[in-house]
């Protein structure tokens, strides 16, 4: 082991990062992504305009106003979505998708998705938004069922592919990811 | 049960293209340095999911021979196209009427697993001590408050958090740096951005979701270095998103769909809108007399440059998608990603020198 002590003080970090070509790279896209808040023809009319005109020059930076677990709209608000049907050749459901992933997690262990406030999804967040963990998550791992007419969360801990979207999207931030046993997740191939 | 402790120089959480990149060029710039890397997965590679059209700077510099190192980097992109799709027609946009950022000429299409694979085959020849299977599940800190390192997630608890008859306790992992790699919404790397309060003054940080499945074609339908990006339907124009598909080797496709989680509308179904848009007529003539191999989703990080937490902390640091460090308008994080990496196993080397010298906090 070599001398080192501890370190404390390690801003050297982002003074390197900040004069390399990543911090530039960055700097010039930076207002891509904002841009599009404003719907899907005028983020390109601005993407061009600031991309191939300006590339990523323009003298002002636009900001990212709401984090991503604000922006949801109440479910009676707002349009229902008629998908169509899986056709099992071209299109599929979340149950033989999730197989392909090879997921798995030791049963017997902690459900390593934890609620904040185990009522919340169905006394507020059912309610208000239709529990969109139900689709938000892309391994199907909530669901709302009933028994005798009675809303029940339940969490299948076992297909989750550690995506991270539930952590992010909640709206009131109540679950929170943490690790399973070593080795639980998928089995991604060349992925 | 008390855990058994091992003690390092660095430690790094996560074995995706930015810790591999810091752990090899650590051992690149000091032979002697003690590197450890923990990855959650039960081999490198198996949790990583990418499109992935791949921009090789960071790796030249890495490894300017990556060639004659048979890097998995073969497919070069020979031809690009971006379409608008209405529902029923699709209007193809003139390549050089492109941002640059969109234009993927001198990139390969690669599978990110298979050269985090060869990456981590790299790091253990320069010994790196590599332990997949072992997520790191806790933070430990100094009686100071700075980080000391972190401890492996517990083996053999029951549903009630009981200890089964296999109970083996997690081990703990000292460093004089660590370095937190877990990528995009690392669930560390959140705890210490709120401990340390990283992202004052930072617009808040915004993400995606983002599917892929790989494809075998039917011959007549694959055109291997053939990337194209689909814009439009079946979203609406109030949400952020678009398509993917990449013509990789073997006569497989990439095909993948990106949505902003900024999305507004409760009822909509990110996976249902990726299975739908397969359906539209310039994506379902090439999908039809294949076969779909793979399926698998991961969370992205958009929120750039105004969204990056500061990213260094007493005893630790933090790197790649774990901070925010991916390029939007390109879809690409790979190559940041390792930069930073790099970038920040110089940044301890330096401080090794430093240190050597009398040290001033
Ligand atoms: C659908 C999609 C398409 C993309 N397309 C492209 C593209 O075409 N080109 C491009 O350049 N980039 C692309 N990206 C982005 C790119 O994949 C990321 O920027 C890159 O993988 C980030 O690298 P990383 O090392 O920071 O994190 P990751 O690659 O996410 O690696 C993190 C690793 O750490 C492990 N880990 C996490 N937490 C822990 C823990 N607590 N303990 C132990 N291990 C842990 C994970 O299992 C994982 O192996 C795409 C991303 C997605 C989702
Ligand atoms: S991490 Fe992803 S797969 Fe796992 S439960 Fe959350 S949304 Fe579902």
């Known amino acids: ?191 | 049960m008390s855990r058994e402790v091992m003690e390092y120089d660095v430690v790094i959480v996560g074995g995706g293209p930015s810790g591999l990149s810091t752990a090899i060029k650590l051992k690149q710039l000091n032979p002697d340095i003690n590197v450890c890397l923990l990855e959650k997965a039960s081999e490198i590679g198996a949790h990583i999911l990418s499109g992935n059209v791949f921009e090789t700077r960071a790796l030249d510099e890495l490894f300017p021979n990556w060639k004659e190192l048979n890097a998995p980097i073969q497919t070069k992109v020979s031809k690009e196209k971006f379409l608008f799709l209405g529902k029923e027609k699709s209007l193809s946009w003139p390549t050089w009427l492109l941002p640059k950022v969109q234009q993927n000429h001198k990139n390969y299409i690669i599978s990110l697993a298979n050269l985090c694979r060869w990456l981590a085959e790299q790091a253990e020849a320069l010994g790196v001590e590599i332990f997949p299977g072992f997520p790191a599940s806790e933070i430990l800190y100094h009686d100071d408050g700075s980080v000391k390192g972190v401890a492996t997630q517990d083996m053999g608890l029951d549903k009630e958090g009981n200890k089964k008859d296999s109970f083996e306790p997690g081990m703990e992992l000292h460093a004089k740096v660590t370095v937190f790699a877990e990528g995009c919404r690392g669930h560390l790397g959140k705890e210490l951005i709120k401990k340390f309060d990283l992202s004052k003054g930072k617009d808040p940080q915004q993400y995606g979701i983002g599917f892929k499945e790989i494809w075998e074609v039917n011959e007549k339908n694959h055109e291997e270095g053939l990337v194209m990006h689909t814009a439009g339907w079946p979203l609406d124009k109030n949400t952020y998103g678009g398509s993917f598909v990449y013509h990789a080797q073997n006569k497989q496709v990439y095909l993948g769909y990106v949505i902003g989680l900024d999305y507004q509308n409760p009822h909509l179904s990110p996976f249902d809108e990726f299975q739908r848009f397969k359906t539209h007529t310039a994506i379902k003539k090439m999908l039809e007399g294949g076969k779909r191999i793979s399926y698998g989703a991961r969370a992205l990080i958009e929120g750039g440059l105004q969204s990056l937490p500061k990213m260094y902390m007493p005893g630790a640091l933090l790197i790649g998608c774990d901070a925010g460090t991916l390029n939007m308008p390109k879809i690409k994080g790979s190559h940041t990603a390792m930069k930073s990496g790099m970038i920040a196993a110089e940044a301890i080397i330096d401080h090794i020198k430093e240190s050597k010298k009398p040290l001033c906090l």
């Open chain 1, 1 to 191: 082991m070599i001398t080192l002590k501890r370190v404390k003080n390690l801003s050297v970090y982002e003074e390197k990062f900040n004069k390399s070509w990543v911090y530039k790279e960055l700097h010039e896209a930076r207002n891509v992504k904002p841009s599009f808040s404003w719907g899907l023809i005028l983020g390109i009319i601005f993407t061009g305009i600031d991309q191939i005109l300006f590339r990523g020059k323009l003298p002002f930076t636009l900001r990212h106003k709401h984090a991503d677990h604000e922006t949801l709209k109440m479910a009676d608000k707002m349009p229902k979505i008629d998908y169509p049907k899986p056709d099992n050749i071209i299109t599929f459901d979340k149950t033989s998708s999730v197989y392909l992933t090879g997921t798995n997690h030791t049963d017997n262990q902690p459900v390593h998705l934890k609620l904040k406030d185990p009522e919340l999804p169905i006394k507020y967040t059912l309610d208000k938004y239709d529990e969109p963990a139900q689709r938000y998550c892309p391994a199907g791992v909530y669901e709302v069922q009933y028994e005798n007419d009675l809303a029940k969360f339940v969490i299948n801990s076992q297909n989750c592919i550690h995506c991270k979207t539930c952590d992010i999207k909640e709206p009131s931030q109540n679950i929170t990811w943490v690790t399973p046993e070593g080795g639980g997740g998928p089995k991604y191939g060349n992925m």
